[in-house]
T-cell receptor
């Protein structure tokens, strides 16, 4: 069975600090990887995705993530966070051989202090 | 832009009631999903459907059933509501693609309270 682990449950940063949120997955086959964000009071929306090609992917609002296959990791990064990045972030995995069934991590709540 | 509409933002029901949560998407997506979202537990997949009248159990299907009679509509049914089903319920849709390489589009959620 596939699983996703997000290491940080709650991260608090000051504006302009750098961000890295960890995500590791457990699945032996080929996967598609996603980061979603949920801003307060809003629905989940896609931040970025990886399914092939360059393992460094760029998303909206200056976020990027790197897929490291050997480490089963897909960590999210942003060099300088803003107050508006305060949100909950979810890593998700779709196993290609499992009808694309999605598994989400538990989420990381990011609070950015102005 | 894709629109996933859940019929209610807030719902209060009583223990033992049969509860229907409705979800409609307007982009002709093949795949649809129901999740529940609880603090510290992330999103847990209840059921998903990859085509009309097709359904597959997710990770926590007990106490739930689903119906997909039309492509645009995916209903979640709580057969006999219990207090431990109090939660936020999220519906999502996604185009059919190879191995799920397309992102999901989410509704605003239904916050369900069972008294």
């Amino acid at each position: 069975a596939q699983s996703v682990s997000q290491h940080n449950h709650h991260v608090i940063l000051s504006e302009a600090a750098s961000l890295e949120l960890g995500c590791n997955y457990s699945y032996g086959g080929t996967v598609n990887l996603f980061w979603y964000v949920q801003y307060p009071g809003q629905h989940l929306q896609l931040l970025l995705k990886y399914f092939s090609g360059d393992p460094l992917v760029k998303g909206i609002k200056g976020f990027e993530a790197e897929f490291i296959k050997s480490k089963f990791s897909f960590n999210l990064r942003k060099p300088s966070v803003q107050w508006s990045d305060t949100a909950e972030y979810f890593c998700a995995v779709n196993a290609r051989t499992n009808a694309g069934k999605s598994t989400f991590g538990d989420g990381t709540t990011l609070t950015v202090k102005p | 832009d894709v629109k996933v509409t859940q019929s209610s933002r807030y719902l209060v029901k009583r223990t033992g009631e049969k509860v229907f949560l409705e979800c409609v998407q307007d982009m002709d997506h093949e795949n649809m999903f129901w999740y529940r979202q609880d603090p510290g537990l992330g999103l847990r997949l209840i059921y998903f459907s990859y085509d009309v009248k097709m359904k597959e159990k997710g990770d926590i299907p007990e106490g739930y059933s689903v119906s997909r009679e039309k492509k645009e509509r995916f209903s979640l049914i709580l057969e006999s509501a219990s207090t431990n089903q109090t939660s936020m319920y999220l519906c999502a849709s996604r185009p059919g693609g190879e191995g799920g390489n397309q992102p999901q589009h989410f509704g605003d959620g239904t916050r369900l309270s069972i008294l």
